[in-house]
């Protein structure tokens, strides 16, 4: 079965740092990963996506994306956080084999100090 | 505002009450999905429907069901409930069968419903 590990449960940072968030998965097949940001007290919203092409995805506000296949990982990166960043943020996962469905990650709270 | 719409946002109720959680799918949107948020179980996929029919089944338990109407709303209905299902329980709509499977078909999310069982 396909899985997601977010090692980062909850990352902090000042405004203005540089931001990178972990993600991998484990499902060897043809993938389809998401990120998705859940404000507090809002519904989830999709950052970006990686279907095929360019490992290198660019998403909203600014947020980028790097599919990396040898490594299965699919890392989050913003090069300058606003304090409007605090978020918790969900890896995803979809694969054309049975699983099928999307697959989370346990999610990264990011808190982002003023 | 997603266009996927949830109801109740939030519900408080007992151990072994029974409870119906809805969900309105976006416009256009025929497919309909429900996710579990807890604390230690993360976001956990519990059933899919599409179009009226059961599409896929996750970590549904069997208390718990679903079911999706003519008009494409959902209700998940959860019974005999226990202090564990306290959780978000998401729903999320695509337009086709396979959600998160080609661009045109990602999941668009509620803002879910907050279900605390005392």
């Known amino acids: 079965a396909q899985s997601v590990s977010q090692h980062n449960h909850h990352v902090i940072l000042s405004e203005a740092a540089s931001l990178e968030l972990g993600c991998n998965y484990s499902?060897?097949?043809?993938?389809?990963l998401f990120w998705y940001v859940q404000y507090p007290g809002q519904h989830l919203q999709l950052l970006l996506k990686?279907?095929?092409?360019?490992?290198l995805v660019k998403g909203i506000k600014g947020f980028e994306a790097e599919f990396i296949k040898s490594k299965f990982s699919f890392n989050l990166r913003k090069p300058s956080v606003q304090w409007s960043d605090t978020a918790e943020y969900f890896c995803?996962?979809?694969?054309?084999?049975?699983?099928?469905?999307?697959?989370f990650g346990s999610g990264t709270q990011l808190t982002v100090l003023p | 505002d997603s266009g996927v719409t949830q109801t109740p946002k939030h519900l408080i109720t007992a151990t072994g009450q029974r409870v119906t959680l809805r969900c309105s799918p976006r416009?256009?949107?025929?497919?309909v999905y429900w996710y579990q948020q807890s604390l230690d179980q993360g976001l956990q996929f519990l059933i899919q429907y599409y179009n009226g029919e059961e599409r896929a089944k996750g970590n549904i338990l069997e208390r718990f069901s679903a079911q999706q109407f003519p008009d494409l709303h959902s209700e998940l209905n959860l019974s005999s409930l226990e202090l564990g299902d306290s959780a978000l329980y998401f729903c999320?709509?695509?337009?086709?069968?396979?959600?998160?499977?080609?661009?045109?078909?990602?999941?668009?999310f509620g803002a879910g419903s907050r279900l605390t069982v005392l």
């Open positions: 995803a996962v979809t694969s054309s084999g049975s699983a099928r469905q999307l697959t």
């Open positions: 416009s256009g949107d025929l497919s």
């Open positions: 990686y279907f095929s092409g360019d490992p």
């Open positions: 499902y060897g097949g043809t993938v389809n």
């Open positions: 999320a709509s695509s337009v086709g069968p396979t959600g998160g499977l080609s661009g045109a078909n990602v999941l668009t």
